[in-house]
């Protein structure tokens, strides 16, 4: 059942479109990601739905409810920022009882217990009483979610909690997250711009670029299936190749026909994409030339070079880099699998 | 942010303007009209321009104003910013001791330095000997005694804004090599700039408007502000008058757009990220910056001292016979010690609508979304008192609230009236000081206490409030002090029913019961350290409960 349901968000500054025909419907559980370079609007279509700013156009409903024009305090919702925003003249418990009924006037036992009960939730159950300047960055971030999630909010909002934190405390912090999202059955929207974030946390990703949504889906349908050219570059890493329509089951890249289904006109531009470890290593194919070889661990990459072609990389696993004694200078034949091959309208920018 | 609260705000941001176009556009719009009539009210056009224009002695008078109100910021700006340096970044003893001293000036009237200066270095002075010659008479006298009063009011913004820092900026500075001066030059400074361009202006447009001390010191040596009481009540030329006072507005347009121009390049220096700055222990720079507070803290001290000592006894420099007979003010002014009692009412009640009118307007127009516009009208306004002399504000009250068909008018003459004038008389220090600890909040608490359902007033109350209670408390005391030693706001405005101790010391030094005037000062000067001293100890106690994140 869809809990969120946006229609046609539409936010304009002066001439500037931040926004335009956003539309996305949120199930009630799902753990939604926002992703996409700085300035695509996906801070500003979380802050329409936490009221925070007012969309100029569209709709927004939560839990079957119209809130449209619902300020932000008529909404059920928690949010945390990048930065924090702890008050820093309130202790920890202050803080987190802030918006609990009582959080005004003095501590009932009831939110005392609710606090406790949060501060457990996070991890962090003995530092009611010191403030947020005594705590470090992931524990601060921690006390935010804690202080978001105590009036038992079903939406959880959250714009680049992570982005401020270094790795290994994401890390477990990004676990965090997720498990809290599950036992709590919360339904969770992220705004991030880390791809690796978003692929590991996400129920499903919503990719975004220029104020509009490019892709909606799972992170294995965006990684496999882009649907545009720029979520095909955006998301993990891709090779680009300029090739023209041959048929409508053949593209001409360089020397080679390939053969690939799709349906546009003969002799129209188009972009072929192709993952670096969708590439095949073999006596046949495309002539190139390594370039170089870089080692990422389990597998390398190694940038190659073709007449008329540009560059591209292609991954290379251990065993084979020892067969082939593979090293720059190296000409070899690349084969670009059929059944892997993206085609977009247009040659790449 | 959404409907309600939208709304809820642009009401109050409205009521704000409205106040202020009341209480300030519409006297000085009366001004205005003013300009172009004679004395009987019968329209002349721009014959009254034309009169100050051919009067090489109102030319004198503008050039003469602007060279003491530049010089006078120079100086005052260069003493107070070590000052200010000092009580906020060094670890010093005694801070509280000369931040209190420093206040000193604000707790008597201006009249008081020029008195003093008069025992101490003129014509039968007691140090005369160091003038080698000079006049204190004229430019010397002014700047000096200028530079005494303004100086709390610069060390007032210059400390706000120096007193919230992140230390991690310094030890990013420190960890890429940057030395102290480095350090000072690319972080203290930049940090202080808008305080700085405030407390400029402030110091600026102050000494420009004020008229107690070029009355007493002023000599042959005429300003603006000495004028226009000359053509008001000397001539009784209301028309040239109100020009004379326009003149002195030029700087307003001046004050605005820099505080604009540095409000722009303000960012929040504190966020909730943010580690405060620390000052550490240094033998050499603590011990001379404890000098440093120290010399000028003496001076100013000094000053004071000479007032009270020429209060007590019978006739300088002939009769050294100590007395309290200056202190028994019937014997010089009618009102006598009534006018003491008028001067509390009336700062009292300053500060409290003051404090709320002026702290509250600077929320509305700091921290709430939307309404470029209405918030640009409110700082404007907010602005704009800097640079109305008080006698030319008090004049537009008579023009505009006694002007027929006006609905205020039962106001004129009323203490309401006089506290209203002194609020909006003294506006600006009150806005500048709150909007400068304001923007150093982190942004997004407003968006937080949203999320959470928690209504702003609460956060406002909760959060805000507390975490500016330092400059909410200095906003209180300043107007309070400095509405018991105000002259030039309320003087054309009171009654005999609310005639202030302020003006009472006026008519003293007028009517050349000049010892009997210094005694009142000093009367106003013990009255209001005694609060500021309760107001120490208030400010202890609240301190300890409301910034204990702090420590």
Not at chain 2, 416 to 437: D, E, N, Q, R
Request: with cysteine; charged share 15%; net charge neutral.
């Amino acid at each position: 059942m869809a809990y969120l349901v946006l229609s046609d968000i539409e936010k304009t500054y002066g001439q500037f479109r931040a926004l335009e025909g956003v539309s996305l419907s949120v199930a009630e559980g799902e753990f939604v990601c926002f992703l996409g370079p700085s300035g695509c609007g996906k801070t500003t279509l979380l802050r329409i739905i936490a009221g925070l700013d007012r969309q100029s156009a569209g709709r927004v409903e939560i839990a079957g409810k119209d809130c449209s024009a619902a300020p932000p305090e008529q909404r059920d919702y928690g949010i945390v920022f990048q930065s924090y925003a702890l008050f820093p003249n309130l202790t920890v418990a202050r803080n987190v009882a802030y918006g609990l009924a009582s959080g005004g006037g003095g501590a009932s036992k009831a939110s005392e217990r609710r606090v406790a009960e949060m501060l457990e939730l996070v991890g962090l159950p003995d530092i009611g009483g010191r403030y947020p300047g005594q705590l470090s960055g992931g524990q601060q971030q921690r006390i935010a979610l804690a202080r978001a999630l105590a009036p038992a909010p079903r939406l959880l909002l959250l714009d680049e909690p992570l982005s401020a934190l270094d790795a290994r405390v994401r890390l477990s912090l990004r676990r965090q997250i997720r498990a809290l999202h599950d036992r709590l059955n919360l339904t969770t929207i992220m705004v991030t711009h880390d791809q690796e974030e978003a692929l590991t946390l996400a129920d499903r990703i919503v990719v975004m670029n220029r104020g509009h949504i490019e892709q909606a889906g799972t992170p294995g349908e965006i990684y496999a299936h882009p649907a545009s050219l720029f979520v095909a570059g955006f998301v993990g890493a891709m090779n680009f190749f300029s090739v023209t329509a041959t048929g409508k089951d053949s593209v001409r890249l360089g020397p080679l026909e390939l053969a690939c289904g799709h349906d546009h006109d003969s002799g129209s531009p188009l972009t072929l994409c192709v993952r670096p470890e969708d590439m095949i290593l073999t006596g046949e194919g495309l002539p190139a030339r390594i370039e170089s070889v870089d080692f990422l661990g389990p597998v390398h990459r190694a940038l190659l070079s073709a007449e008329g072609l540009g560059s591209f990389s292609i991954d290379l696993a251990a065993e084979q880099m020892r067969d082939f004694a593979l090293e720059s200078g190296r000409e070899v034949r690349i084969k670009l699998p059929s059944e892997r091959l993206q085609l977009f309208p247009g040659h790449p920018s | 942010m959404t409907s309600g609260i939208r709304w809820k705000s642009a009401l109050l941001l409205g009521g704000w303007a409205a106040f202020l176009l009341v209480f300030l556009a519409g006297p000085l719009g009366a001004l205005l009209v003013k300009c172009f009539e004679d004395r009987y009210g019968n329209w002349i056009g721009a014959a009254n321009f034309a009169a100050f224009l051919h009067a090489p002695n109102l030319i004198g008078a503008t050039h003469h104003s602007l060279f003491i109100a530049a010089l006078t910021t120079l100086i005052t700006l260069t003493l107070a910013f070590p000052f200010a340096f000092g009580l906020t970044r060094s670890a010093m003893p005694g801070k509280a001791l000369f931040r209190a001293v420093a206040g000193v000036p604000l707790l008597a009237p201006s009249l008081l330095p020029a008195l003093s200066l008069v025992y101490l270095f003129g014509n039968k002075g007691m140090l005369r000997g160091v003038m080698v010659g000079h006049s204190l008479y004229g430019p010397i006298g002014i700047v000096v005694a200028s530079v005494f009063a303004a100086f709390p009011q610069a060390v007032l913004i210059l400390t706000t804004a120096l007193s919230v820092s992140d230390a991690r900026l310094y030890e990013a500075a420190r960890a890429l090599g940057a030395g102290p001066v480095r350090r000072f030059f690319t972080i203290t400074l930049p940090g202080a700039q808008y305080g700085l361009v405030s407390a400029a202006f402030v110091v600026f447009t102050c000494s420009l408007s004020d008229f107690g001390i070029p009355m007493v010191l002023g000599g042959h040596y005429p300003v603006l502000a000495t004028e226009v009481f000359e053509q008001v009540v000397g001539l009784q030329d209301f028309g040239v008058g109100a020009v004379v006072g326009l003149a002195l507005l030029i700087p307003v347009s001046l004050a605005l757009w820099a505080e604009n121009w540095s409000a722009k390049r303000q960012k929040a220096l504190l966020s909730a990220r943010s580690v405060l700055f620390r000052p550490a222990r240094d033998r050499t720079a603590d011990s001379g910056f404890m000098a440093y507070c120290g010399v000028i803290g003496a001076l100013l001290l000094g000053i004071v001292a000479m007032g009270a000592f020429v209060s007590l006894i019978t006739f300088w420099p002939y009769n050294l016979t100590p007395t309290l007979k200056n202190y028994d003010f019937g014997r010089f002014d009618e009102a006598g010690w009534g006018s003491f009692g008028h001067s509390l009412i009336l700062a009292a009640g300053t500060a409290l609508l003051g404090t709320a009118l002026t702290f509250g307007g600077a929320y509305l127009t700091e921290k709430l979304p939307g309404f470029a516009g209405l918030k640009r009208l409110v700082r404007g306004l907010a602005m704009a008192p800097l640079g109305v002399p008080g006698m030319v504000l008090g004049l537009g009250y008579i023009f505009f609230f006694d002007r027929p068909g006006n609905p205020l008018s039962g106001l004129y003459g009323t203490m309401a009236m006089l506290m209203v004038c002194t609020c909006v008389h003294l506006y600006s220090v009150g806005h500048l000081t709150a909007a400068t600890a304001l923007k150093q909040l982190d942004g997004e608490y407003e968006a937080v206490s949203a999320s959470l359902k928690v209504p702003l007033w609460r956060t406002f109350g909760r959060v805000t409030v507390p975490l500016c209670l330092p400059a909410i408390l200095d906003i209180a005391i300043y107007l309070f002090v400095t509405a018991m030693t105000t002259v030039s706001a309320v003087v054309f405005l009171y009654s005999p029913d609310s005639k202030p101790a302020s003006v009472a010391i006026l008519n003293m030094d007028e009517s050349g019961t000049v010892a009997a005037a210094a005694a009142l000062c000093m009367v106003i000067f013990a009255s209001s350290a005694g609060l500021r001293l309760v107001h120490m100890g208030v400010e202890r106690v609240l301190l300890r409960r409301t910034q204990g994140w702090k420590r």
